[in-house]
């Protein structure tokens, strides 16, 4: 190692590949070690060796990706330090690696590679002589020295100039200003460049030269310059000095360098912009910590990690979080450009009919446009699947100028779905309203929810993982449901309810004309000139094929015509270039479909093609009168309309109830025989067998009964003998008394009856106000039997009427248990 030209590095040297860092002359740095190279030369070399030259390496950068990091042939650098290692330290968790303490001595550059396993051993050439560092400065360089003495001690003045920007009171900052005298100037750069910050690229390029090494210098001192007449204007700012702190740590500083900077207030290594205007990025993170009352805790929190092994668990935990507070939006919002007349243009062009929501949504903007800090109740969005109340939801995103994130809370039923687990636990994570801030990245959006949170305390929600408070009050939340009965009362007195009604056939129709098809086009690379739906096809999916009350399965089925038609397209392309190929071959032609004439039609037999045969003739209701009874409903949980059945036969006497009944539905049917029971006198039944318990011999039956609404259906297994009109529909709910009392979703409800081709529509007589809400069309279709008690009921249920309504019998008086 010793020569007579003084101090050498061994001339074989084991390599260290490093992906990160870079080693210079005089300078102490950590690599994490486990790939199974680098793993082999710790084990083998550095422990098993007992000589000082053991404990020399070369730490050169391998320039291939570290996940490739195989066992080929690396792609080494050609120059690289020669170092000591210093401290070794295993660690088996969370997978084996060594983490080495090494200082650097001199440059080399490799001559050759003598052997790549099991760690690759170099021939190497030394490059920077050492006896230089024990050299006193004076004498290896001397103003005599002509232009490198003057650029030296150049260098020297603004390394002295550095060090009186940092605080002094820093360890190491103190140990560089006692280093800055007893070393030689020859290896100030490489002692300088290992204080600074710059990129490794640009450290292992300036290879020691101080031609190379004072611009950074100086760069340095200029961001230095401009970081404290930044900090002057905003003296105390704990806020920019936790953020400073936390980008120090992000860009490797090191730690004695980030606690100046929280004394001092320098940051060494940045460029900064003194115009105010064009803010650089992190001072916009700067900002955007301010109001939020979350630094000391980041604060405390960066100063643990920095005493953190990088092997422990909680480092990459708490690293992960504090990126998080980084990343958050604290203060960054969007300005919101709201113009009414725009917005109902808008709405108006994204959505056909509505008008009502619409009316309703205009109201809401231009209130908030009016009052900005508008603590309104949170809109929620109530109907069946498929009607637009998500698409709504993201035109208001636009008419305001917003990020729109929607948040499916469908099927969620832990509440840390939302707020967030407790970092207390393995594999915690942020809810779903913080998460969504972080993608959106600005705390103004609108957020679509299923289900609502409580508008009073938005201004201090707290996610468990965060554990701080984040104001929610800029962000614009409107819920969509499905039905109102699964959202808690309390809640949902907090919101404005708006109703969004499913469609009749002709607003599908021009729904699907307006804006469906256009879309389905566009997604499947198709234009007007290459397929044509007319309005009759059309109106025929939706009768035929879809039993919805909105328009999603219509889309659906618009879609499924389109891939047909392109696959039509597509194949009649392939005959085309067949046929260029081999013009004289018409044999070959033969099979092959021909291109298809443009625009390709769907008419009825190209649907039936496409989709299969009709599937959904709910027609045959219409049919003859029966025994049996069928009621169809919209579904809303279920999208689709329901069917509820049900017979009278022979049988025991009992009620039978099938299918999915909820505590409602059952308590309606037995309500329902309890009537009959104490009605049958008046109403002149008998059963079967001439006894006076009108259910003894029968056994009624009921299936598919999915909703609780449609109680009063179940009244219909009562009669006997008669038959019941198969084309009846009725809704209500009824007393023990027998009086019929109003339900909510008349719309959907008739509606739903309409499309499945029922003639008569029995509704309770307080429901009466809601007729007018129906299209015209459909109230002309429809003849209604306004019912106030179910004597009312029965007669408009059976043709003819039925016996014993008529009269003026008395109401027995039952006990009621309610
Ligand atoms: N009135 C309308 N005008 C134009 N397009 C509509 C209209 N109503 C619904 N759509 C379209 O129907 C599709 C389904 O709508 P959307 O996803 O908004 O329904 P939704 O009510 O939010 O359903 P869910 O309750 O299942 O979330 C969308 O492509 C939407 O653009």
Redo the contacts with the bound molecule.
Sequence with gaps: MASGDGIQIPSRLPLLLTHEGVLLPGSTVRFSVDSPRNMQLVSQRLLKGTSLKSTIIGVIPNTRDPEQDTDDLPSLHKIGTAGIAVQVVGSNWPKPHYTLLITGLCRFSVTSLLKERPFVLAEVEQLDKLEQYMTPASEVVTAEDGELGKLSHKFYQAAVQLLGMLDMSVPVVAKFRRLLDSLPRETLPDVVASMIRTSNKEKLQFGGAIQKALPMLTRQIEGLKLLQKTRKKSPDNEKTQYLYLYLCSRLCVSSEQVLSVRKGGVFPGRQFNLDEEDEDEDGDDTAALEGSSTEPKCLKLHLKLKKMPQSMPEFALTRNYLDLMVELPWSKSTKDCLDIRAARTLLDN?????DKLKRRVLEYLAVRQLKTLLKGPILCFV?P????????GRSIARTLGREFHRIALGGVCDQSDIRGHRRTYVGSMPGRIINGLKTVAVNNPVFLLDEVLDPEQNHSFTDHYLNVAFDLSQVLFIA?A?TTATIPPALLDRMEVLQ?PGYTQEEKVE?AH???IQ?QLEQHGLTPQQLHIPQDTTQNIISSYTREA???SL?RKLGAICRAVAVKIAEGHTVTKTEALSPENPAQRGDKATPPEMPIMIDHVALKDILGPLCLRWRCLSGSPCPAWLSVWPGRRWGGDLVCGGQSDGGEGQLTLTGQLGDVMKESAHLAISWLRANAKTYQLTNMVGGPDPMEGRTSTSTSLLEPSPRMALLQVLPYGRLVRSDVAMTGEITLRGLVLPVGGIKDKVLAAHRAGVKRVILPKRNEKDLVELPANVRADLDFVIAANLDDVLNGAFDGGFPGTAGTHTQPQLSSKL
Excluded: F, Q
């Design positions: 994204d959505h056909y009919a509505m109907g699947p498929g009607v637009g109340k998500t698409s709504v969509t499905n969004v729904i307006r804006h469906l879309n909105g328009v999603r889309e």
